[in-house]
């Protein structure tokens, strides 16, 4: 054993070994409370009525999905924009059919290459419902651009040249 030289001071094992484990310990501790705070927080139990608690909570509105407006209490203007004669009329007919309570045609003006619906604000989700009906897979909002005498529409049902 020629190669192995003795070292003039022992090295602190034993202290090294005790200081890591109490750094893993504390570090154990603090994981296990937060992981019990929120677990705590998650399955809280109601608050007593009367209580602060129950206050806030009373205060705070629970957030649910308002129901789709029937098809019977919604307008919809078919606007033709591709050109095809009374493809908004036949295509009117047929929204009323599905219960629609008004569905007028006219001609857009313009010609489009897909059809699209476009909603005022609030009626996003009947835009859609009214999307699937026939059959068109764009959806956006009004622009603003329809003159004020067509504010009685909701929905605005744009026939292009191809539905989607």
Do not use: K
Not at 62 to 69: E, K
Not at 99 to 105: L, S
Not at 120 to 135: K, M, S, T, Y
Request: no cysteine; proline share 7%; net charge positive.
């Amino acid at each position: 054993m020629e190669h192995v030289q003795p070292l003039d001071r022992a090295f602190p094992w034993r202290r090294a070994a005790l200081a890591a484990g109490a750094l893993a310990l504390a570090e154990l501790v603090a994981l296990l409370a937060l992981a019990g705070i929120s677990l705590f927080h998650a399955g809280a139990a109601p608050a007593r009525p009367g209580s602060t608690a129950a206050r806030t909570t009373a205060r705070r509105p629970a957030r649910q999905a308002l129901p789709l407006r029937p098809r019977s209490r919604l307008a919809v203007l078919v606007l033709n924009g591709n050109g095809v004669a009374h493809a908004a009329g036949d295509e009117a007919a047929r929204l009323l059919g599905r219960g629609y309570r008004r569905a007028e045609a006219a001609d857009a003006g313009a010609s489009y290459a897909r059809s699209l619906v476009l909603f005022r604000p609030g009626f996003l989700r009947e835009a859609r419902r009214l999307a699937a009906d026939a059959g068109v897979r764009a959806v956006a909002p009004l622009d603003g651009r329809l003159p004020a005498a067509d504010a009685r529409y909701q929905l605005v049902l744009i026939l292009g040249r191809s539905p989607s």
